[in-house]
């Protein structure tokens, strides 16, 4: 498989006018290389963070600043020209043609698409004359909303719970979506499908493999981009400028730990300085000098600011140099802490550092990171949002109009922690062993429930459709990215309601394999109640036993 990235943008008329209502037509790019995947990256992110309202949009300027090695295509009836045809006049409809012919020339391609709609024949008639007036290829296309046919009804649920609507309401009269797709031709239709929809046209069904040859294929994998980190002068070794390498920083970062052992260990003995020689060596291997750097860095800015910083968690508690440069204060050697768990010689990773600080101080560090990296070099990170089983129940069911009581009773029959998916799989042995007892028979009930024929099997079944879509966004309860460069020069970004800062498009589960240095910058709220408790009244923190240690794993600190 050839991997195709690209996206549907709205283009308005000034994408920076908040005051204008002007949402603009959708447009289709497609990304020919790496380069043009970046270029719509950009595109995508400035829709976001200059040109949202409602959604977001970009302008034709915008698009001639970053068309390069992007295709075009008309689009749906939604598109400038479709639009045009349809409700202003087939002269607007060729100038603006002429305009995307004129700049995006041979990777300008008419899109014909058929579902059944009067309004699609007409464009359709409109764009072929255009393309062959101005030698332009046309490709055989189908908007897909869904997978199967059977689909297209969990389609339109889903529609009416993103507009607040029941189901009943006539799809002219929503104020939504929905009466755009009046039909259930919204599938992912089969190459046969395809061929004999397009019969005679064949051309646009071949055209389609001029547009896959163009794309190349390329990879957005790559190493972690570590922040450049400012040492101070007398460790900067002028040979890492020619080859990039991290001389300097592993130098200073050797510097800074051995002065932190003289004071954890005041009694500095060889095993101890093996330990911290072979910690070192391996960060050294790694690559990572940096991001021991960084963190240090703002923990110490952080403890100056008087907010409380935890004494470490997880298996970052394992690393002599991390306590040595007071990133944690709990003594690893003492605890018999094994460094392996944090960073392995044998099967190198990026570490991963979780840093607690007092609910209020955490936004004034982050404020300061933003401060010395530069706010188009830090972010939070996205999350989204999908339905949950008892909420897919509960949506549904509000949608199909069933009363609030009868949905709550059904959506109150999943058992805790199970998914609608799972649950219907499972035989009768399985039941047993995976639902607790005092919820087996309202599982039960469920299940049988989903083969009636009245509207609490339909929401049911309909639910389990629903299971899993994607509902809404949000922001990384702690995640916070920092890079070396400009942010829309690497991914696509956005913003959010939730956060001061830029917000990436991707999720948690991808942004290290693209390259971005994740840190996590947890607030928790009773990390001061905690220390009021004496147990990290010292700052450096020490603890006298292992109960100590296991009331502060208890606690989560």
């Known amino acids: 498989l050839k991997p195709i990235i690209g996206a549907e943008l709205f283009v308005c008329k000034n994408h920076k006018d908040k005051d204008s209502k002007d949402n603009g037509f959708q447009q289709v790019f497609i990304c020919k290389n790496k380069n043009g995947y970046h270029n719509l990256s950009k595109l995508s992110s400035l829709g976001y963070i200059d040109g949202f309202y409602y959604i977001p949009r970009v302008d034709k300027d915008l698009v001639l600043n970053y068309k390069k ?114 039909n259930d031709e919204y599938y992912f239709k089969s190459q046969d499908q395809m061929k004999v929809l397009f019969a005679d046209l064949p051309e646009s069904i071949e055209n389609i493999t001029e547009i896959v040859d163009k794309v190349e294929v390329f990879t957005l994998d790559r190493d972690v981009l570590l922040p450049a980190f400012d040492i101070p002068d007398e460790f900067v070794n002028p040979e890492d400028n020619n080859d990039g390498g991290k001389r300097g920083e592993n130098a200073y970062l050797r510097h800074i730990t051995y002065e932190g052992a003289k004071f954890r260990y005041p009694d500095l003995n060889s095993d101890i300085k093996e330990r911290i020689d072979f910690e070192l060596e391996t960060i050294e291997n790694s690559g990572y000098p940096g991001y021991f750097l960084i963190v240090s860095d703002f923990i110490e800015q952080a403890r100056k600011m008087d907010v409380s910083v935890g004494p470490g968690r997880g298996s970052a508690a394992g690393s002599v140099v991390a306590y040595c440069t007071k990133i944690t204060n709990i003594d690893p050697i003492k605890y018999d802490l094994l460094f392996e768990r944090f960073l392995n010689p044998e099967r190198v990773s990026l570490p991963d550092i979780d840093i607690d600080f007092d609910d209020e101080g955490r936004g004034r560090v982050i404020d300061w990171v933003v401060h010395k990296y530069g706010f188009d070099q830090v972010s939070q990170i996205i999350t989204y949002g999908t339905m949950a089983a008892k909420s897919s129940i509960r949506d549904t069911a509000r949608v199909l109009d069933l009363p609030l009581e009868e949905a709550g009773k059904i959506a109150n029959m999943v058992p805790d922690m199970l998914s609608l998916r799972k649950l219907f799989n499972f035989d009768d042995k399985q039941l047993k062993q995976k639902v607790s007892s005092d919820q087996l028979a309202s599982a039960k009930k469920l299940i049988s429930l989903a083969n009636g024929d009245d509207i609490s099997g339909n929401t049911v079944r309909l639910a389990r459709k629903l299971e899993g879509t994607v509902r809404n966004t949000g922001t990384h309860a702690c995640g916070v990215i920092i890079t070396p460069k400009p942010l829309l020069n690497l991914i696509p970004m956005t913003t959010s309601k939730e956060a001061d800062l830029l917000v990436t498009q991707f999720d948690n589960s991808v942004v290290e394999s693209a390259g971005l240095l994740k840190m996590d910058f947890l607030g928790l709220k009773n990390l001061s109640i905690i220390t009021m408790s004496g147990l990290l009244c010292s700052n450096p923190f020490t603890l006298q036993s292992n109960e100590e240690l296991s009331l502060l794993i208890e606690f989560d600190v």
């Open 69 to 182: 090695d992007l295709i075009a295509l008309t689009g749906s009836t939604y598109g400038e020209i479709p639009n045009l045809i349809l409700n202003v006049g087939e002269q607007q409809a060729e100038e603006a043609f002429v305009w995307w012919k004129d700049n995006f020339g041979d990777d300008f391609y008419v899109e014909i698409l058929r579902h059944n709609l009067d309004e699609e024949q007409h464009v359709n008639k409109i764009l072929l004359k255009f393309a062959r007036k101005y030698g332009v290829k046309v490709i055989a296309s189908n908007n897909v909303f869904y997978l199967n046919q059977s689909d297209a009804n969990a389609h339109d649920i889903l529609l009416c719970v993103k507009d607040g609507e029941i189901q009943s309401t006539p799809k002219g009269k929503g104020r939504g979506f929905r009466h755009a797709l009046p």
